[in-house]
């Protein structure tokens, strides 16, 4: 199994909704801010001090040692340590910082030990010697809680009338710092008590806020239920923010987009009805006439009949171009893709349709400028070239001529089809190609339209992702236009 860090990623967020939730990351992200900054405040104020309070007493220790130095020098220590008066004071000083004291000579032997344990044992460390050089040094060792420091023991020989400074000794004293460890321990508590205690302040106040943050949004929530739940179809408006501003108002254009859909049904269905009542109340008032008339001839019969049989001939038109259009709405799961040859296609169409129009005398041509060979549903292309012949011929004048151009290039496939017929006004173009309009509804009911041809064709043509155009001279015919790519691009495709 290949692992792969989004998927996980993914799945991890969908397990766990906290993960997803805006308001549990304005809460997390405001409890960071109030409370980590108090944290590192507590952190670096401590250390601050426990510097400062080692070197304070670093320093203070050395200078004490630096007096005792002179003292040393004057009794002549480092030569003889029987002096009680620096024994007891080099004792009360390691009493008093809680350490330890050691005087090395110049030989780097240890004279004086306060634990006695090194008297007598040569002690050469980096910085005894550094000392010897005349520098001080003092190290804390954090772990031990203690502070080592060296002093240096300098006094001053005359040669040739100059003074010359020189350090014969060193004091290694160490001191202890468990009292610092004791305060910073007791200011380390009372800050963490103060800083639980702004915690739950913080918590208290971030909890509020998140929830006081996320309100808009759940009042989009709530106003979006409304209409859904049918209480109001009016638009909403949740002004608060400018992302709900947004959100609010991609939801109104889409109520907007549904009820024009809503409403182009509801005229859908009501001219549905009409168009069906039609052809049934002329066959109610020709069978009606006929039950009137016990006596009618034969030959009114015939002829009321023949009245009838065309009446439901045109109901049963109405209905198979109803059928076809409900097909061209559902999805394109429908769409039946094969290579087609578009030349023989336009020839078989023609020379069905080539009976209708010798009866108007209308002379159909066809003119290929070159093979065309495209994908697409073959029975849907069919019906998009008959509707248009069909309605060339139909809106045509006697004697009159329709031409059909089949044209490609390297993309698409272009069907003109041009007659010399009435032609359509520049106003009528949109509208010829919604449902049920007719521009002379009595001639279009008269030569058998239905007004759903062209929004078959234009339904046909938009799920091959092509257009259809209209263009016409009133009076000296219309052309139309229609351009479909030769390779089928499936929804969700470029292009
Ligand atoms: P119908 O069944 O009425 O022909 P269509 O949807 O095919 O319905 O066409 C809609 C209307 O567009 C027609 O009623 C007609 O007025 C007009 N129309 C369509 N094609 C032509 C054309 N070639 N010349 C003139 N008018 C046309």
Known sequence: MRFNGKDLL??????????????AYIFVLML????????IMRIGILQNYEERAVSLRASDVTTQYKIIANHLLNYNYLQDTSSDVINAELEQMSNL???RVMVINSNFRVVKDTYTISEGKTMISEE????????????HDQKNDYIEMTIPITGTRTEEGEEIQEVRGVILASASTDSIVTTMEI???KALIVEIVMGIIILGIVFFFSHILIMPFNRVTQAISEVKDGYTDEPISVPDYIETEHIVDAFNQLLGRMKVINDSRQDFVANVSHELKTPMTSIKVLADSLNQQPDAPVELYREFMLDITEEIERENKIINDLLSLVKLDKTEAKMNISAVDINALLEATLKRLRPIARKRDVEVVLESLRPVTAEVDEGKISQ?????????IKYNKEHGWVKVLLDADHQFFTVEISDSGIGIEEKDYEHIFERFYRV?????????????GLS???NAVLLHRGSVKVSSTEGEGACFTVKIPLTYIKAGGNG
Do not use: M, Q, W
């Not at 005894?128 to 190290?139: A, D, H, L, P, Q």
């Open 187 to 189: 200011l380390s508590r």
């Open 384 to 392: 998009i070239f008959t509707n248009l012949v069909e309605n060339a």
């Open 10 to 23: 993914d799945r991890l967020l969908h397990r766990i909704p906290l993960l997803r939730s805006l308001k």
């Open 97 to 99: 910082y809680d350490g």
């Open 440 to 452: 002379d509804k009595s001639h279009s009911r008269e030569i058998g339209g239905t007004g759903l």
């Open 32 to 39: 960071i801010i109030g409370i980590v900054p108090s944290i």
């Open 128 to 139: 005894v010697i550094k000392c010897f050089k005349g520098e001080s040094t003092s190290r």
């Open 456 to 458: 078959i064709t234009r």
